[in-house]
């Protein structure tokens, strides 16, 4: 198994519809290919880790890198795991432009960042640890 994380820009902000459009098609493939994961959007920035059997997530990064919505595709880190980090999350999310103290109780300000900035896309353990903060936060 690996865990795959990536950052990117999207060519155009996306809608509400556009981003429940494809949270739902994340949520149909990635349960067929047993794949986990999450997803953060904020500012025209994308930031995601996916983690399956080394095959599928290869496959879905080359669907990814085809896709013309978003561009500047940054792998930030490529690993081999042997447990999940987001078991049972076929793709969690969170839209960082919606975020408050209030609408997420463990939220902290520090957590809104470009997403595609060199602090995230040149630091794997500080990406993933973002990742997991708000996994965390969602969860309590």
Known sequence: MIKLIYASSAVYPFSED????????AHENN???????????????????????????????????????????TLIAKTHITQRTFTDWKMGFVHLDHITSQTLPN????????????????NPNYALGFLQAFKQAMVG
Do not use: P
């Open 18 to 25: 556009e981003l429940l459009s494809l949270l739902e098609t």
């Open 107 to 122: 939220f902290s300000e520090c957590m809104k960042v470009q997403l595609n900035s060199k602090r995230i896309t040149d």
């Open 31 to 73: 349960a067929k290919r047993n794949i986990t994961g999450m997803l953060v959007y904020g500012n025209g920035d994308f930031l995601q880790v996916i983690e399956g059997e080394e095959d599928q997530i290869n496959t879905l990064f080359e669907i990814i890198k085809q896709d013309h919505r978003h561009t500047d595709i």
